[in-house]
């Protein structure tokens, strides 16, 4: 069974940063590109960014230039540094794989809220 679980969310103003986290089990990571979605109240979970095994980066248009994705394979853990967050940006957020399995698992992932 896959597991994931993201941490690292929270209340923060515009403006803010935040570092989340996503512990994933060894079985995907090692040979996966892991991905952050996020989902929004009343909207479809979308992807915001990925990595591959060998580092190579992807991001939405919508948080490019502020956010940056990285992993660690040693601890299997992809990391979302957030900066200059807004309103906008709320969402919860979760790891996965990229592109999705076919019966993908998800985490409970991390609520971020952006509010001043």
């Known amino acids: 069974q896959v597991q994931l679980v993201e941490s690292g969310g929270g209340l923060v103003q515009p403006g803010g940063s935040l570092r989340l986290a996503c512990a994933a089990s060894?079985?995907?990571?090692?040979?996966?590109?892991m991905g952050w979605y996020r989902q929004a109240p009343g909207k479809q979970r979308e992807r915001v960014a990925y990595?591959?095994?060998?580092?190579?980066?992807n991001y939405a248009d919508s948080v490019k230039g502020r956010f940056t994705i990285s992993r660690d394979n040693a601890k299997i853990t992809v990391y979302l540094q957030m900066n200059s967050l807004a309103p906008e940006d709320t969402a919860v957020y979760y790891c996965?794989?990229?592109?999705?399995?076919?019966?993908?698992?998800w985490g409970q992932g991390t609520q971020v809220t952006v509010s001043s």
């Open positions: 060894r079985s995907i990571f090692s040979i996966n590109t």
């Open positions: 990595i591959t095994t060998g580092g190579s980066t």
């Open positions: 996965n794989t990229v592109p999705l399995l076919s019966r993908p698992d």
